[in-house]
């Protein structure tokens, strides 16, 4: 099975604050990593290699930097790498992100599942999966915590999902895209070893030229997203210390409970 | 008697010890401490804190350094557990050559010689009974002790800090010294960034790393380059080590255990001050607090562990860090007074500030107070890098 694995690289440190003019985040760091729940992702891709064989290529978009984060997906033994970096993609909202992606994955060659994190712990919108599964007319199925591959039914994955207290098994026609939520696994380490090797192994680079896609359809000017405000919360949230016994705690509670209800 | 007005820059091991020294000359001193952020954070924070009986780290030449850091921080345990943070994991030096050998046995009679257990092993059985995932090939044998281990160099600090403050010491956290006044070459006191003005007879800078900025607000250079502390922390195979991971040390890198981890790095008498991947003049506010490693030093220790510890080759790599130590270019810190009177440092501890910072803080609270040299501040003085 070859599978897609889309990463991306989001910055080590959670100071993150918005541009009051242009609304985007801006990040106190520039060190980066890859988005934790992609390595969840990583590690099913790694699990489902080691169950049918074939090959894993990560995917990202994003500067030249982005690199080292495709160099880590490597050490934790993804075999290629594609980087889409291009200046005419930057500033690109989920729609202007995922068509891209979705035109590298078609032009690197067939994968049977694209796999990738649910949630970019920046930017959170959780939408850029589901969109390059649209652009690429396949099916999908959005955080999941698991995936079942039965050699029987070749053709098929089973996604699983958390529903409540139940599990919810979706049986979907390959090729597919899946995304996985944080935490779902326990992504393997890389070693000194494997570190060393991800250094060499192949690494593409896709320009917009490359892609083929208009100038209309990506970066600003390919995003219908207009963002009219963003801002970080305002903290004022008072606190207010409860006292008294057990039984007057409980009746205080109750009551500011029934108060808010009120409201 | 009028107090010496003494203010210190730094709040890391060097300039709490320095503190806790000062404040020792019972009411004869008037002491603050600035620190920019938190103490014993920064390079101390990153400090693998190996005080260790016998290693290649300091010089047998300064044993009597070696001894009282040790033994100073085992009575801040004694007095207070956890408050130096005393890992006791013993540690095993390994001889890879007659030099190494000599060097070993002959720190192993000084640490007898102090009450300490030590012995020189040759069995080969023997040593892997003590760290079963070493490769005994090409070694000539290991001293070993099972009475040191590590430290944690900012327990130590505010351990310090702590006791200083007792004795009366002031300490500023979160303020930085914006400017040292300084008039006719000689220091008049100091500004900080919440806009105080303060009068001292003496400023001491124990900024470390960051020495090459303290001086030029002096008109100094202190002469000190970066080398790159590369700290990797690897989780063994099977998760979980069956045996207690000594201080491992080898001329070429050393290792230790972290919580169920193994930390391990490149030894800092192996750095070449000459070779741009090893050292430079960085800016050390710019340091990541996790990350920012190079694959140089990957390379390396795979080498490293794939010939001398092959057990633990292959375990993951959970987190890397890196940190700059301060070097003058002969590897010894620098001590005592400078071309500006009033100006003194007691910087340049490359990778041994904890080991070191003991007595170089004693001996040169002597000096300030009493205008007293010592042997040691001789011998690390700045006049011998001018």
Redesign the interface.
Known sequence: MNIAVLIKQVP?SNDVSVDPETHALVRA?S?G?VNPADLNAIEEAMLLKEQTGGKVVVFTMGPPDAEKSLRDAMALGCDEACLVTDRVLAGGDTVATAKPLAAAIRKYGEFDLILGGALSADGATGQVGAMVAECLDIPHVVEAQGIRYDEAEADKIVAVKKFHDKKLSIRCTLPAMVSFNFGCNEP??????T??AA?SKPLVTYTNADLGLNLDEVGIAGSPTAVVDSFSPKAGRKAVMLEGTAAELAKKLRDLIEEEKGK | MAKKKIGIIGGGISGAALAYHLSLYDGEAEVIVFEKDTIGGASTAKSAGTVCLFDDSLKNRYWDVRLYGFESYLKMEAEEKGSAGFDKTGTLVVATNEEVEKVIKTGIALAKAAGYTGEYITDKDRIKEILPDISTDNILGAGYTADDGYFDGTMISNTYAKKAQKNGVVVKTGVKVTEVVVEDKKVKGLKTDDGADYEFDVVVDCTGPWSKFTGEMVGLDVPIWHTKAEA?F??PPGKKLDYTFPVLKYPEFYGLRAGDNIFICKSHLSMDLSNPMHAGQWDPDKL?????TD?YF??F??DQ?EAKVPGI??????SSWLSYRAEPKDFWPILGETPVEGYMLSTGYGGNGVIEAPAATRDLAKLIMRGESTPLLENWAFKRLL
């Not at chain 2, 990541?288 to 920012?292: I, K, M, S």
């Not at chain 2, 080759?313 to 959970?318: A, C, I, P, Y």
């Open positions: 080590v760091s060190e990593m393997r380490l890389a070693t000194l070893r570190k060393r250094k | 990797f690897l989780c990541p607090a996790t990350g920012g694959d990957i390379d220790l795979l562990l080759v292959d375990s993951g790599l959970v």
